[in-house]
């Protein structure tokens, strides 16, 4: 527990200071993620160290995101009279980007011969 | 007996009250979306944040004292990230084999999160510091506000159009995906976190484990996308 504790917050460190040293646009916990990933693929016994965290952590992935969403609320305002064009904006943006974003994905799937097992 | 306003004036000071009232409003959120037979429109981060509001409204806390205590939730969120890692690691063999699917659906996914984000708000007249902060708005947060403040958006109503597209993103992405016919949990998957970045990738955690783990893949691409492609389509517009 401490150990993976360790690990992931070591990960995490290492990405903040790659990405800011560097200045990167990747932030430093996607670059962390990356340095795990790697990590994981060539110490696989590092997966048994770390998969009760994880498995704990991204079940209630959704409760980490209270507290900036709270915040959100405060700031409604900061969307000014154009509120109703933005919201639509969002709405209408995030269903485009899902619909052809799993569209794409499949077709190119289908075409190449890559299906899931 | 201590009189409850000089309780109230010690709990207030301390990150006890807040952190014990957001993971309770959490608990609350997620008993509702599982009464509701994991009806994804009935969210548990908008009953969460809902409930919260209310209490610090009706409590006359400002946010600064509330995050005292949610701060300890809050900083969780790069941890999990780094965690996000795991679901990949196990999924690598499936990533490797569908690089080309995964390649064209990034590029596909981010340019229409950005073009119709920018090209919708612009129709309807909404222009500037605005259009500029809806730009990056399917990236996760610091992405988002790194974007923005480079291209001339806000950093405040960036992170409030952050959020609101992630909830947007995990109300809609189930019953949008069914309706589409799409089976596929890497393509499903994939496209919400392109979409709808952390809070996207919660909700596809929730559905399936393959989802999740290619939701977390599309988040992180896209970020590292639309960092470079959001100035090319914002000028376009300015």
Known sequence: MIQALFAILAAQLAGETLSRSLSLPVPGPVLAMIIMVVALRFIPRFADLIRPVARGVLGHLSLLFVPAGVGVVGHLSALGGKGPAIFLALAVSTAAAITVGALVFAAVARATGNLDD | ?238
């Open chain 2, 1 to 238: 007996m201590t009189d409850f306003a000089e309780i109230w004036v010690y709990l207030s000071r301390e990150p006890l009250l807040w952190l014990t009232a957001t993971l309770g409003a959490y608990a609350i959120g997620d008993a509702c979306f599982r009464a509701a037979g994991s009806a994804p429109i009935v969210n548990p981060v908008l009953i969460a944040v809902a409930l919260l509001a209310a209490l610090l409204w009706l409590t006359g806390t400002s946010y600064q004292s509330y995050f005292e205590g949610a701060q300890f939730v809050h900083f969780l969120l790069g941890p999990a990230t780094v965690c996000l890692a795991f679901p990949l690691y196990e999924n690598l063999p499936r990533v490797r084999r569908a690089l080309l699917p995964i390649a064209a659906a990034l590029i596909a996914g981010s340019v229409t999160a950005v073009g119709t984000a920018v090209g919708i708000g612009y129709a309807f007249g909404v222009q500037g510091e605005a259009l500029a902060s809806l730009a990056a708005k399917s990236t996760t947060a610091p992405v988002a506000i790194g974007i923005a403040e480079k291209i001339g958006g806000s950093p405040t109503l960036t992170a409030v159009l952050v959020i609101m597209t992630g909830i947007m993103g995990a109300v809609m992405a189930t019953p949008l995906l069914n309706l589409l016919g799409i089976k596929d949990w890497r393509a499903r998957g994939f496209a919400v976190g392109v979409a709808a970045h952390g809070i996207g990738t919660a909700r596809a955690m929730q559905v399936h484990p393959t989802a999740g783990a290619f939701a977390g893949l599309g988040m992180g691409m896209n970020a590292v996308l639309t960092a470079i492609l959001a100035p090319y389509v914002l000028s376009f517009f300015l």
